[in-house]
């Protein structure tokens, strides 16, 4: 099956740097990479995804990129405040009516004022 | 409405009691997912329905037991829980299985005493 691996595991910044956290996947059948944002005690949501067919998609200060040959993806967060902290997965899935998402562990970013 | 709601917020439980545990969503979606999440660690599926039917069982113990009734509406039934069920079960949905968005609740945290 699916297996993602995702780095660093924490990421600390201060206010105003940017922040990368990178994830890559083995099965080269995914397609679909969304990334979710999980603030203390809250609900795990969706803030950005990229399918197979496009290798990078902006929404303000975040964005994420994707290499398909290499099996890896990344979120890149500018300008960051500290109301961005907190732990964001990244998950896969492949093209078919049974899949499902596989998650990465989580990275906890915590942002400085 | 993007909303997926789960009651109750909070649930503690006996080992030997049964309860169970409700989510809705109205936006449409034929996929909904019960999830599991301890703390740091990203949700683990439990069971996905497809069109009202269970489409995934990820090898969850009988003491959980999902029902669908409608296209809306997803229980989990709890009965005779261990100490290590305790964590966060979220619900998510989706417009249909697959590499689609995944909508998550804002779970319900249990804890068996």
């Known amino acids: 099956g699916e297996n993602v691996e995702q780095h660093p595991s924490t990421l600390s910044v201060q206010e105003g740097d940017s922040a990368v956290i990178k994830c890559t996947y083995s099965?080269?059948?995914?397609?679909?990479f969304p990334w979710y944002k999980q603030e203390l005690g809250k609900r795990p949501q969706l803030i950005i995804d990229?399918?197979?067919?496009?290798g990078e998609k902006k929404d303000q200060r975040i964005a994420v990129t994707l290499n398909k040959t290499a099996k890896h993806f990344s979120l890149h967060i500018t300008e960051t405040q500290p109301e961005d902290s907190a732990v964001y997965f990244c998950?896969?899935?492949?093209?078919?009516?049974?899949?499902?998402?596989?998650f990465g562990k989580g990275t906890m970013l915590l942002v400085s004022p | 409405d993007t909303e997926v709601t789960q009651t109750p917020k909070h649930l503690v439980m006996g080992m030997t009691n049964k309860k169970s545990l409700k989510c809705e969503q109205h936006?449409?979606?034929?996929?909904m997912y019960w999830y599991k999440q301890k703390a740091k660690k990203p949700p683990e599926l439990m069971f996905v329905y497809s069109y009202e039917k269970l489409s995934i069982n990820e090898s969850v113990p009988s003491r959980f037991s999902p029902e669908c009734p409608n296209s809306s509406l997803l229980n989990l039934h709890l009965h005779a829980l261990q100490p290590e069920d305790s964590a966060l079960y979220l619900c998510a949905s989706s417009l249909t299985q697959g590499n689609q968005p995944q909508h998550f609740g804002d779970g319900t945290r249990l804890s068996i005493l």
């Open positions: 936006m449409g979606h034929r996929a």
């Open positions: 998950a896969a899935s492949i093209e078919s009516g049974y899949s499902t998402l596989t």
């Open positions: 099965d080269s059948a995914s397609n679909y």
């Open positions: 990229i399918r197979s067919n496009v």
